[in-house]
């Protein structure tokens, strides 16, 4: 077990060593502080112009004309495009393209693209795109997750997006307590910093070449082309330097229109959104609508779990289906229970469209279960952390998906370790008057503030489930001695980059490692930047590529200089044989030397799940536990988050330094998820579409992150030993911060975010907002037994 | 809207960026200073964030004073220091202390917030060298980041902060 002060030392002292288990620096690092570093938006190109989408207005509406008249008429216009003038598929989607490039006849959201141009400069073409006339008749939206269930549908493909269902045991079995609830979260942006941004160039031969801030190129790629009509060849998608992304840049923002205004003004096009435009032009987290029932033992130990989990996908498919699976696969958390009756349906509405953000699935049913494991803790009077370990999983369980956990599953190590963390010193008496709920404000009456302390674990498995081919392609360019790693891995600013090279070093014995340029062009698929994946994924390919590199530098070695190949090794930059005789530096000892090889990892093959919901769906899993301690104003309802603690399970720490940085920047997102982050709909339309109304954590609001472990147990079949961190943070530090509002105040709050008013105004009597709202019927699985 | 061409709405003249004066010809009056800076003088490290002053991405400093440069209108800088970034960067390859520190803290990940808070930390640390902990997250509190929940940018100001001890 890495203790924090291990981990504090790994990451301030040792500044020299480059290898992995080293707190080695980022590639990029320097650029990025001088100011240097081409973001997406910061490219340009010869006569470059500016491109515009224009959006609907309308959440659901029928369009009867659009004139474009208006914006050629212009100076400075120089493209307008519409839906007559996509040549290829009209439609893209991640795993189905069900999502108009440009809305012709219908309009399913309030944001979706209408029509595109181009001008010589961001206003012009801001104004050309208000030129354009667009008839609508505007129709009643659907923005009800449960009436989408029975309403006409809005979409050729119906409004039921994907449905996954979980029956095992025995649907008759109760034990002799049981705790129920409703619960709902919101729907949470990414609000990465960096805007969705790229610059499409048309090139002689009626390609195109795209550099573009995403999560995955040849994903990417593959849409484009197929709605540009060309050839993949043609399409050649670069990565140009990324923001942020945690989910929002897995689909396509405007790949396709900008490639398409390139192509049609033959000129290079650039598009940066603004944020608001941002807020519009990607998917959002799920909301989600739950109904949970659990029945145990005397003991404690879980009998039964029956759940119903209602999200509102939005217009559109996007990756609904992977949260739908997740959420049904996790919903009864890291805990062992015989009987499971799971049903969960994403369904399409007029709201904009939700997908991938950072722990899908698992965050939103992570609130629900571990709400459910307080409410049993309490009705069997037994300490909320004993229910937990009494029922924790062990290696060698069973999921309620029927998978046995043949990985590691320190599920009790977590918990025990994050529970025995001390608590921070000081409460609300002492602390800083700034420190206080409410801040700079100084709103706080010093005695009516109340501390409070929460506790939740949480689970998700790393990597893509179900089926999915998932691999990743990576190759080791060995020339003089120098060496050169090309992957289309995205770095999202993880640390991917800082990654590859400590693997290369380490096998490799050198110092400096170069990294080729991610694009589809000259190198094959690494899989999305998603699902905790690239570590392992790219990882395993980089490490694997640089093995065999390795191995064919030594024998060739051994044969050239004649000396044994066994015990012949490569260390600091020189080619050393067992007993020291041969020792020449690696420059000379492979001069003239080229080297390559290109490696594809693949995990083991998973299965899809069967009627029943039961298969071995997925490769591994990730385990985390989070105390969150808070102080809550009982009058205006305002909350300050104290501390949140923690101990991971990480198989093996790779970077200290970035593991940290994951560990930090996962809480800050499920922090202000738990007390400030929500797009706020009205009809459909997206009320608070900037930093100054959609709230996201700042110095002030961000508590201080307690790492008081990292469980090393390296993970069976992980190339590095490591498993995935980036998304287990974010998933049960949202419950944690909740349950220490829970108990601060003593009240429900079935919902997160909490707001103000849900404190305010239930501690002052008044009714909750939103009671009714969740799904008044539940309807668990067993009720639909064959 | 015909007239958004012509070369009465255009207009010319000079800013001081970094102690150095720079033309600026043929700039719509709406330009503001961070679309100047960025895309007509090629100061790119003023990063376009939220574009209303929210999020600190493009943090200048003008006349000695910590603005939000897309709030300001580039013609009204006339006359006035601007120091962006760059200005605080040394020359070549180099890195100020607070640089260094940001890249060995870990404090960098995507990094898009990174110049923002580099001139923002500079701006509190030529004011009050020694600041609390608390004093630098107010100082920090309008510079947003979404990838590193602040720890590390914490204890990179706390390292450069050390390096200025008397």
Same mark, same amino acid.
């Given at each position: 077990?890495?203790?924090?002060?291990?981990?504090?030392?790994?990451?301030?002292?040792?500044?020299?060593?480059?290898?992995?288990?080293?707190?080695?620096?980022?590639?990029?690092?320097?650029?990025?502080?001088?100011?240097?570093?081409?973001?997406?938006?910061?490219?340009?190109?010869?006569?470059?112009?500016?491109?515009?989408?224009?959006?609907?207005?309308?959440?659901?509406?029928?369009?009867?004309?659009?004139?474009?008249?208006?914006?050629?008429?212009?100076?400075?216009?120089?493209?307008?495009?519409?839906?007559?003038?996509?040549?290829?598929?009209?439609?893209?989607?991640?795993?189905?393209?069900?999502?108009?490039?440009?809305?012709?006849?219908?309009?399913?959201?309030?944001?979706?693209?209408?029509?595109?141009? !181009?001008?010589?400069?961001?206003?012009?073409?801001?104004? !050309?795109?208000?030129?354009?006339?667009?008839?609508?008749?505007?129709?009643?939206?659907?923005?009800?997750?449960?009436?989408?269930?029975?309403?006409?549908?809005?979409?050729?493909?119906?409004?039921?997006?994907?449905?996954?269902?979980?029956?095992?045991?025995?649907?008759?079995?109760?034990?002799?307590?049981?705790?129920?609830?409703?619960?709902?979260?919101?729907?949470?942006?990414?609000?990465?910093?960096?805007?969705?941004?790229?610059?499409?160039?048309?090139?002689?031969?009626?390609?195109?070449?795209?550099?573009?801030?995403?999560?995955?190129?040849?994903?990417?790629?593959?849409?484009?082309?197929?709605?540009?009509?060309?050839?993949?060849?043609?399409?050649?998608?670069?990565?140009?330097?990324?923001?942020?992304?945690?989910?929002?840049?897995?689909?396509?923002?405007?790949?396709?229109?900008?490639?398409?205004?390139?192509?049609?003004?033959?000129?290079?096009?650039?598009?940066?959104?603004?944020?608001?435009?941002?807020?519009?032009?990607?998917?959002?987290?799920?909301?989600?609508?739950?109904?949970?029932?659990?029945?145990?033992?005397?003991?404690?130990?879980? &009998?039964?779990?029956?759940?119903?989990?209602?999200?509102?996908?939005?217009?559109?498919?996007?990756?609904?289906?992977?949260?739908?699976?997740?959420?049904?696969?996790?919903?009864?958390?890291?805990?062992?229970?015989?009987?499971?009756?799971?049903?969960?349906?994403?369904?399409?509405?007029?709201?904009?469209?939700?997908?991938?953000?950072?722990?899908?699935?698992?965050?939103?049913?992570?609130?629900?279960?571990?709400?459910?494991?307080?409410?049993?803790?309490?009705?069997?009077?037994?300490?909320?952390?004993?229910?937990?370990?009494?029922?924790?999983?062990?290696?060698?369980?069973?999921?309620?998906?029927?998978?046995?956990?043949?990985?590691?599953?320190?599920?009790?190590?977590?918990?025990?370790?994050?529970?025995?963390?001390?608590?921070?010193?000081?409460?609300?008496?002492?602390?800083?008057?700034?420190?206080?709920?409410?801040?700079?404000?100084?709103?706080?009456?010093?005695?009516?503030?109340?501390?409070?302390?929460?506790?939740?674990?949480?689970?998700?498995?790393?990597?893509?489930?179900?089926?999915?081919?998932?691999?990743?392609?990576?190759?080791?360019?060995?020339?003089?001695?120098?060496?050169?790693?090309?992957?289309?891995?995205?770095?999202?600013?993880?640390?991917?980059?800082?990654?590859?090279?400590?693997?290369?070093?380490?096998?490799?014995?050198?110092?400096?490692?170069?990294?080729?340029?991610?694009?589809?062009?000259?190198?094959?698929?690494?899989?999305?930047?998603?699902?905790?994946?690239?570590?392992?994924?790219?990882?395993?390919?980089?490490?694997?590529?640089?093995?065999?590199?390795?191995?064919?530098?030594?024998?060739?070695?051994?044969?050239?200089?004649?000396?044994?190949?066994?015990?012949?090794?490569?260390?600091?930059?020189?080619?050393?044989?067992?007993?020291?005789?041969?020792?020449?530096?690696?420059?000379? !000892?492979?001069?003239?030397?080229?080297?390559?090889?290109?490696?594809?990892?693949?995990?083991?093959?998973?299965?899809?799940?069967?009627?029943?919901?039961?298969?071995?769906?997925?490769?591994?899993?990730?385990?985390?536990?989070?105390?969150?301690?808070?102080?809550?104003?009982?009058?205006?309802?305002?909350?300050?988050?104290?501390?949140?603690?923690?101990?991971?399970?990480?198989?093996?720490?790779?970077?200290?330094?970035?593991?940290?940085?994951?560990?930090?920047?996962?809480?800050?997102?499920?922090?202000?998820?738990?007390?400030?982050?929500?797009?706020?709909?009205?009809?459909?339309?997206?009320?608070?579409?900037?930093?100054?109304?959609?709230?996201?954590?700042?110095?002030?609001?961000?508590?201080?992150?307690? &790492?008081?472990?990292?469980?090393?147990?390296?993970?069976?079949?992980?190339?590095?030993?490591?498993?995935? !961190?980036?998304?287990?943070?974010?998933?049960?530090?949202?419950?944690?911060?909740?349950?220490?509002?829970?108990?601060?105040?003593?009240?429900?709050?079935?919902?997160?975010?909490?707001?103000?008013?849900?404190?305010?105004?239930?501690?002052?009597?008044?009714?909750?907002?939103?009671?009714?709202?969740?799904?008044?019927?539940?309807?668990?699985?067993?009720?639909?037994?064959? | 809207?015909?007239?958004?061409?012509?070369?009465?709405?255009?207009?010319?003249?000079?800013?001081?960026?970094?102690?150095?004066?720079?033309?600026?010809?043929?700039?719509?009056?709406?330009?503001?200073?961070?679309?100047?800076?960025?895309?007509?003088?090629?100061?790119?490290?003023?990063?376009?964030?939220?574009?209303?002053?929210?999020?600190?991405?493009?943090?200048?400093?003008?006349?000695?004073?910590?603005?939000?440069?897309?709030?300001?209108?580039?013609?009204?800088?006339?006359?006035?220091?601007?120091?962006?970034?760059?200005?605080?960067?040394?020359?070549?390859?180099?890195?100020?202390?607070?640089?260094?520190?940001?890249?060995?803290?870990?404090?960098?990940?995507?990094?898009?917030?990174?110049?923002?808070?580099?001139?923002?930390?500079?701006?509190?640390?030529?004011?009050?060298?020694?600041?609390?902990?608390?004093?630098?997250?107010?100082?920090?509190?309008?510079?947003?980041?979404?990838?590193?929940?602040?720890?590390?940018?914490?204890?990179?100001?706390?390292?450069?902060?050390?390096?200025?001890?008397?």
């Amino acid at each position: 077990m890495t203790t924090l002060d291990t981990l504090a030392e790994a990451g301030t002292t040792d500044r020299t060593a480059q290898g992995l288990g080293t707190s080695a620096r980022r590639p990029d690092g320097r650029p990025k502080v001088r100011g240097q570093f081409a973001f997406s938006s910061d490219l340009e190109a010869k006569d470059m112009l500016w491109g515009q989408l224009l959006r609907s207005p309308h959440p659901s509406a029928t369009i009867r004309h659009i004139d474009v008249s208006g914006a050629w008429r212009i100076p400075g216009v120089v493209s307008v495009l519409t839906a007559d003038d996509v040549p290829g598929r009209s439609s893209y989607g991640l795993d189905y393209p069900d999502q108009p490039v440009f809305a012709s006849d219908v309009a399913r959201y309030a944001g979706e693209p209408v029509a595109a141009v !181009a001008a010589d400069h961001p206003v012009t073409a801001r104004r !050309a795109a208000e030129a354009i006339v667009v008839d609508y008749e505007v129709r009643e939206p659907l923005t009800d997750s449960e009436a989408a269930l029975t309403a006409e549908p809005i979409h050729p493909l119906g409004n039921e997006l994907y449905r996954q269902t979980i029956r095992r045991g025995d649907p008759a079995a109760t034990g002799v307590v049981s705790v129920e609830g409703h619960y709902e979260t919101g729907m949470q942006d990414q609000a990465f910093m960096g805007p969705e941004s790229g610059l499409a160039v048309p090139a002689a031969d009626g390609g195109v070449d795209l550099y573009i801030a995403t999560q995955w190129l040849h994903v990417d790629q593959d849409q484009i082309a197929a709605c540009l009509g060309l050839p993949l060849d043609l399409v050649r998608v670069h990565l140009a330097g990324v923001g942020g992304a945690f989910g929002a840049r897995e689909d396509l923002s405007m790949q396709v229109q900008l490639c398409l205004l390139a192509l049609r003004s033959g000129r290079p096009v650039k598009i940066v959104y603004s944020r608001e435009e941002s807020f519009h032009g990607h998917v959002h987290r799920h909301p989600a609508r739950m109904w949970y029932r659990h029945t145990a033992d005397a003991t404690g130990r879980l &009998v039964s779990v029956e759940a119903r989990i209602l999200f509102d996908g939005g217009a559109y498919l996007s990756s609904s289906t992977a949260v739908t699976l997740n959420a049904a696969c996790f919903a009864n958390g890291p805990y062992k229970v015989p009987n499971a009756f799971v049903d969960c349906t994403a369904v399409r509405t007029n709201n904009p469209p939700c997908g991938a953000m950072r722990g899908f699935g698992a965050v939103q049913v992570c609130f629900a279960h571990e709400a459910q494991m307080d409410k049993l803790a309490a009705a069997l009077s037994i300490d909320p952390v004993e229910l937990r370990l009494l029922n924790a999983y062990a290696p060698g369980d069973e999921l309620i998906i029927g998978q046995v956990l043949t990985g590691t599953a320190p599920v009790a190590e977590v918990i025990r370790a994050c529970a025995a963390a001390p608590l921070p010193p000081g409460s609300p008496d002492t602390v800083p008057e700034l420190a206080l709920p409410g801040g700079a404000g100084r709103t706080a009456e010093r005695r009516r503030v109340r501390r409070g302390v929460g506790f939740a674990v949480g689970f998700k498995n790393l990597m893509f489930s179900a089926g999915f081919d998932d691999y990743s392609t990576a190759r080791c360019r060995l020339e003089d001695g120098q060496v050169t790693i090309t992957t289309a891995a995205v770095e999202v600013g993880q640390g991917l980059v800082t990654l590859i090279q400590q693997i290369a070093r380490d096998v490799l014995g050198v110092d400096e490692v170069a990294l080729g340029e991610a694009a589809t062009v000259g190198i094959g698929s690494a899989g999305s930047t998603s699902a905790s994946r690239q570590s392992w994924m790219t990882g395993g390919a980089v490490d694997s590529a640089c093995r065999t590199v390795r191995e064919r530098l030594l024998s060739s070695i051994a044969q050239r200089f004649e000396v044994p190949r066994t015990g012949l090794e490569l260390a600091s930059g020189r080619v050393v044989s067992a007993d020291g005789s041969f020792n020449v530096s690696l420059s000379e !000892a492979a001069a003239g030397e080229v080297l390559e090889e290109t490696a594809v990892f693949r995990h083991p093959g998973t299965a899809e799940l069967d009627e029943n919901g039961q298969g071995d769906a997925h490769v591994s899993f990730a385990f985390a536990a989070h105390r969150a301690v808070v102080d809550v104003d009982l009058d205006l309802g305002l909350v300050k988050v104290v501390e949140v603690a923690t101990v991971q399970d990480v198989g093996r720490v790779l970077n200290p330094v970035q593991l940290l940085g994951q560990l930090e920047g996962g809480i800050s997102q499920g922090v202000g998820f738990a007390v400030m982050e929500e797009i706020v709909l009205d009809k459909g339309k997206v009320r608070n579409p900037s930093f100054t109304d959609y709230i996201i954590p700042t110095a002030l609001d961000m508590p201080p992150v307690r &790492v008081e472990a990292l469980i090393e147990q390296p993970e069976p079949g992980s190339p590095l030993g490591a498993k995935g !961190a980036g998304e287990p943070p974010s998933i049960s530090s949202t419950a944690a911060v909740v349950a220490a509002i829970r108990n601060a105040t003593g009240l429900e709050l079935a919902r997160t975010p909490v707001r103000p008013q849900d404190i305010a105004l239930a501690l002052a009597g008044q009714p909750s907002e939103w009671a009714g709202e969740a799904p008044a019927t539940p309807s668990p699985a067993k009720e639909a037994m064959p | 809207m015909e007239q958004l061409s012509t070369e009465g709405s255009l207009l010319s003249y000079t800013l001081r960026v970094n102690g150095r004066d720079r033309p600026v010809s043929d700039a719509l009056i709406e330009e503001n200073l961070l679309y100047v800076l960025r895309e007509r003088l090629g100061l790119r490290g003023s990063k376009n964030a939220c574009e209303q002053g929210e999020c600190g991405a493009c943090s200048v400093i003008l006349d000695g004073r910590l603005e939000c440069a897309c709030t300001v209108l580039a013609a009204s800088a006339v006359g006035r220091e601007v120091v962006t970034v760059e200005g605080l960067t040394p020359d070549g390859d180099g890195l100020s202390d607070l640089q260094e520190a940001f890249l060995a803290e870990g404090a960098v990940q995507c990094g898009f917030c990174t110049p923002g808070l580099v001139v923002s930390v500079h701006d509190l640390l030529s004011r009050n060298p020694h600041p609390t902990e608390l004093e630098i997250r107010e100082a920090i509190s309008g510079n947003l980041c979404r990838c590193t929940g602040y720890g590390r940018i914490l204890a990179a100001v706390k390292v450069a902060e050390e390096m200025h001890q008397p």
